[in-house]
């Protein structure tokens, strides 16, 4: 199981459901970026890092896939 990053934030436990766990940007400095947004002195963001949706706007967030599956005979 992944927990949040984020201080404060309970996704990740138990009684968390529904949530989406992101990895930071692997580009250096987009996620130097991600983590000035979200200070946190005992942990820095790497990319074993995970911050859930709840810290986006949603509508920067897609949660349904479409998959298209093309069967040539």
Do not use: E
Request: hydrophobic content about 30%; charged content about 25%.
């Amino acid at each position: 199981m992944s927990f949040c990053w984020v201080p404060g934030c309970s996704t990740g436990y138990r009684h968390s459901k529904g949530s989406h766990i992101f990895t930071p940007p692997t580009d250096k400095l987009k996620c130097q970026k991600c983590a000035q947004v979200v200070p946190r002195m005992d942990k820095d963001l790497t990319k074993i890092s995970r911050i859930c949706d709840s810290h986006f706007a949603k509508n920067l967030v897609i949660k349904v896939d479409k998959f298209s599956i093309q069967i040539s005979n």
